[in-house]
């Protein structure tokens, strides 16, 4: 866990953005796009990918160390039985489609969420993914999936008093530190900022405990319309906030 400011590492052309160690992006609008074009919110989604496969060029290109996209949320369960399985099934197309690109261009990828839930084929697929990536040095692609922050935090709260229990760890020891090196981000920095498009503006159970110091920066653009105009609109936003982490600024 870090609070601290985000690295400037931009190509020159960007050199007066700075550019977060690690954004968060809940991907919202999917189903809006879609219905904007008269289409089944099913083409929403497909189009939603072409902007993952977008935001993970642009995050690699301007230096950005962490991306976490909310993929699936525990709660997208409600939607209908057709659409879940249709989003279960573009993550297993863009594995297979976009691994060995990915892989070669350097990216770490690591899934979190709820994985107990998950069919035994996607959890196989999940960890290979991770494996193959696993020695990779570029950008961390962390993708939640069947992912909800108070589940995470849940979840961790139950393996530290299970340790407590079984005498591994003292309960005075317990602070901030040990709940972080329990969650599915551990050891890796917290969001600096966290984009939520569609002009929605709330965090529906997305990196809780690890957005605490986060810039929360919204966009009225659905997510399957995000390209790299707006993506430096963003940046321009979050280079212009003060941030100051509780204390008064320089
Ligand atoms: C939100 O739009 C989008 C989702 C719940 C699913 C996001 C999934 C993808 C972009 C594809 C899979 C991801 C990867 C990493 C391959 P919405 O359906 O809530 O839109 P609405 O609010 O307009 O209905």
């Known amino acids: 866990m870090s609070t601290k400011p985000a690295v400037a590492s931009a190509p020159p052309a960007q050199q ?3 550019v977060p160690r690690h954004i968060g992006v ?3 609008g999917n189903g809006r796009w879609a219905k904007l074009r008269g289409l089944r919110r099913t083409e929403g989604h497909k189009a939603g990918v072409e902007a993952v ?9 301007y230096g950005v160390s962490c991306l976490t996209l ?3 949320s525990s709660e997208n369960w409600r939607r209908p039985p057709e659409e879940v399985s249709f ?5 297993r197309r863009f594995v297979a489609s976009d691994l ?3 892989a070669r261009n350097n990216v770490k990828i690591r899934i979190i969420g709820d994985r107990e839930t998950l069919d035994k084929e996607l959890r196989r697929i999940i960890e290979e993914v991770e494996a193959t990536t696993a020695a990779n040095t570029g950008l961390n692609l962390v993708i939640a999936f069947n992912y909800g922050a108070q589940a995470e935090i849940a979840a961790a709260t139950r393996v530290i008093a299970q340790k407590v229990a079984q005498g591994a760890l003292a309960a005075d020891d317990i602070n901030e530190t040990t709940i972080a090196e329990h969650l ?5 920095p917290d969001p600096d900022l966290i984009v939520r498009t569609s002009g929605e503006m709330r965090l529906s159970n997305f990196l809780l405990w690890q957005s605490a110091y986060a810039e929360l920066v919204f966009v ?6 995000f390209d790299e105009s707006v993506f430096v609109r963003v940046l321009q936003t979050f280079t212009e906030r003060d941030r100051r982490f509780g204390g008064i600024g320089t």
């Not at 496969?53 to 290109?61: N, Q």
């Not at 599915?184 to 890796?188: D, K, N, S, V, Y």
């Not at 009225?220 to 319309?225: F, L, Q």
């Open 100 to 102: 060995d690109r990915l």
């Open 220 to 225: 009225e653009e659905n997510w399957p319309d």
């Open 184 to 188: 599915g981000t551990h050891g890796l």
């Open 53 to 61: 496969r977008r935001i993970v060029e642009l995050a690699s290109a």
């Open 16 to 18: 007066t953005l700075s």
């Open 26 to 28: 809940i991907m919202d």
């Open 87 to 91: 989003i279960f099934g573009l993550l």
């Open 70 to 72: 909310f993929s699936f």
